[in-house]
């Protein structure tokens, strides 16, 4: 579809941890049913470690706000890794870090369909529904012109393969909060089938559809994030890609918006009660 990226903007490191990661994945089904959940997690925070900047730090573990609440494990944490205080790390390398500090969550499946997709949007909205209020008021000495609070924390699912992508939109369609797209899963990654993506359809000059070169309606104002006047699309991989466009497409679509957003210093003595332990 128009604005998404191309392969010849990226060279080939991409491509072959893509082809890697795939490669892994299909190893291990064909002796067992999937990659172990710490294994297929580390292969996908150890790409985005190494193309994402330097301070957007990506770890599994779990999330608490000021009011007492604590999300339950997060398969991966986007986070601010120069203003967000880590509040415990466990032995396995989990950490527990402040809603404040959090740009965005990926929950990862070995196959993506609709109970777990299911599953991952309860996580996902769980986090997105926690407060974020330890910020430094007037007087406190540090002045931002733009809150933290007023941009939404991002849910994205990535699997390794999924059921076909037009029935994973059905399924969203589904689970969506037709009240406020805030609230649901913003992007799909399917490394072995492609991406579903939000864009506004692209109309002629009679308000018809257009068509893309490729093949099925084009989309203007692609996006990681729904918005009121989006709907959901797939981003289907080519044949024999293996998994190359579908990380492109998730890396570039993704986080363009992450990587735009700053988080404020964050008052550490709003934590300064909280039992972290008992978080985890």
Known sequence: MEGTPQPGHFGGPMAARAAT???????????????????????LRDTLRDFLPARLAVERGEIISTDGRRSDAVDLIVYDAFETPVLDRSQGGGVVVPIEGVYAVIEVASKLGGPKLGEDLENIRSVKHMTR????????????????????????????????????????HELDDPEDAANNVDMI????????????????????????????????NIASSPGPETVRFAQRVPKNDEGDAA???????????????????????????FDYKAAR
């Open 189 to 220: 990654c399917s490394l072995s089938k492609g991406c579903i993506l939000n864009g506004v359809p692209l109309l002629d000059a009679e308000g018809r559809p257009r068509e893309h070169p490729q093949g099925g309606p084009a989309f203007e």
């Open 21 to 43: 990661m795939l490669a892994y994945y299909r190893a291990v089904r064909r002796k067992h049913k999937g990659l172990s959940g710490g294994r297929r997690e580390d292969l």
């Open 133 to 172: 209020r330890a910020w430094f008021h007037d007087g406190g000495g540090v002045q931002y012109s733009h809150r933290t609070s007023e941009w939404p924390i991002l849910g994205f699912c990535f699997g390794y393969d999924s059921i076909r992508l037009p029935t994973l939109i059905a399924h969203l």
């Open 247 to 273: 990380l492109r497409c998730f890396y570039t679509v993704g986080f363009d918006s992450v990587v735009r957003r700053r988080v404020e210093p964050i008052n550490m003595f709003a934590y300064w009660q």
